[in-house]
């Protein structure tokens, strides 16, 4: 049987790297693209480690997506958060745990999609934003840096 460890995460990334290592040697990165109407942002769990590695996510809807305002490297203001947004839509993320096994060398991707107007809304003006995902274990979570773009309506 194989042991999950479950430790209780609470890592931020600093804005300037979009991937970090943990100590048991899993790399998270992550990154988003836009089209016409929609946000699609995805995290990837590397395992670079020696050992096969274990995960506890926290659901169904392991990834949410932050949309920041704001200067990349300087003051940022989040100013839309997908889980808040799906909490208040009712968009259903069940909340029984995930076990996720990653061996060594292996790779796991898991992504979000959002439609840019659910993202502006009416209070949010066209323009360039940044990106976090906030990946969700049972126990905590990490936000990871998922990069910049603009956000228009119709483009």
């Keep these: 049987m194989r042991s999950f460890v479950v430790a209780s995460l609470a890592i931020f990334a600093m ?5 970090f290592t943990d100590s048991r040697g899993l790399t998270y990165s992550a990154s988003s693209a836009t089209s016409s109407d929609s946000l699609t942002t995805t995290v990837t769990i590397s395992n670079n480690g020696s050992h096969t590695a274990g995960l506890s996510l926290g659901g169904s809807c392991p990834v949410a997506l932050v ?3 704001g200067a990349a490297g300087g003051a940022q203001t989040a100013v839309w958060d997908q889980g808040a947004w799906r909490a208040r839509t009712g968009v259903a993320c069940s909340s029984t745990p995930k076990l996720v096994s ?8 898991y992504s979000t999609s959002v439609a840019i107007a659910d993202v502006l809304g009416d209070s949010l003006p066209a323009g360039s934003y940044s990106f976090v995902a906030r ?8 936000n990871v840096p998922a990069g910049e773009g603009t ?5």
């Design 15 to 19: 804005a300037c790297s979009r991937s």
């Design 135 to 142: 990946v969700a274990f049972q126990l905590g979570g990490i």
């Design 67 to 69: 949309v920041y305002a």
């Design 151 to 155: 956000l228009g309506t119709g483009g």
């Design 102 to 109: 990653i061996s060594r060398g292996e790779s796991r991707e």
